[in-house]
């Protein structure tokens, strides 16, 4: 099947989705640019947020821009919108460029997200802050910035928040994202109820080990990967992919009739 075909395919097969404009945070690289390019694929035009700051790494424009690049590819619109999910400011105007150049906005992914990987008794409480204002403050301005875009034009609108397994299995060693993973648990389901009758539809994905260039650490050494997978159920960890065929399916119209759901993408971790 020729990549014309397949992409032909994809756009029947998601009712709903082409033609709907989508903002993903986080969108630059792994699951984030997956989710970009699987809705491009789908027929939606794409805002593609991204973080630039003096730590980041010296590859993210690179990887901004391959994306945006696939995302042309499938003949639809995408446009790069910059900022910091933990800044107030720099979500009420990213969100407001993204519905300006996009010419509206239909479904939010609260993708961005950091981890900070140490024993909680040597966690400082900046970091302990540093990741709950980026995965947890960060997807409720979003979210705020989404939902009153979607009441204002008196419109259905779609947020998909991209959780973790760990938002119901603990991680040592990773309180603040254990924590705010937790925290986004509830926020999907508060604000589900509190717009399910305006036509508003919130849900999660919960990722389990999924092969990302952010975990290369475990991905490239045999054993470090063999330890990881042999604790999952199917015995290998997900793809960046197959985490976008779920969000795009949560926003399509096939899934109509969820809300306030997490669903987990862990090749049966969380049920074991």
């Known amino acids: ?35 970009a390019v699987r809705f491009a694929q789908y027929g939606a035009n794409v805002a593609i947020n991204y973080l630039r700051e003096p730590g980041e790494a010296v590859d993210t424009e690179d990887r901004v821009h391959a994306c945006a690049h696939q995302v042309r590819q499938e003949g639809v619109r995408d446009v790069l919108v910059q900022g910091d999910v933990s800044q107030e400011e720099d979500v ?21 997200g950091i981890q900070i990987s140490r024993p909680s008794d040597q966690l400082s409480s900046a970091d302990f802050d540093r990741v709950l204002a980026v995965n947890l403050r960060g997807a409720f301005l979003c979210a705020r910035e989404a939902i009153r875009h979607f009441l204002a034009e008196e419109k259905p609108g779609s947020i998909i928040n991209v959780s973790s397994v760990h938002q119901v299995i603990p991680k040592p060693d990773y309180l603040g994202y254990s924590a705010s993973k937790g925290g986004m ?20 994905i919960g990722p389990g080990a999924t092969v990302t260039p952010i975990n290369r650490a475990w991905i490239d050494d045999p054993a470090k990967r ?16 197959e985490m976008g065929a779920v969000a795009a399916f949560l926003a399509s119209d096939d ?12 090749g049966g971790f969380s049920a074991s």
Do not use: C
């Open 255 to 266: 899934a109509a009739y969820i809300t306030g759901q997490t669903i987990f993408v862990d």
């Open 92 to 112: 009420v105007r990213m969100v407001g460029e993204a519905i300006e150049r996009l010419g509206g906005l239909d479904v939010l992914v609260n993708n961005a």
């Open 185 to 204: 648990q509830n926020l999907t389901r508060t604000l589900a109820l509190e717009y399910a009758s305006r036509g508003i539809r919130v849900n999660g």
């Open 226 to 241: 063999g330890q990881v997978e042999e604790h999952i159920p199917m015995r290998r960890a997900g793809s960046a992919d």
């Open 1 to 35: 099947m020729s990549e014309a075909t397949a992409t032909a395919v994809r756009t029947e097969a998601m009712p709903g989705v082409k033609g709907r404009n989508v903002l993903v945070t986080g969108g630059s690289s792994g699951i984030g640019q997956a989710i």
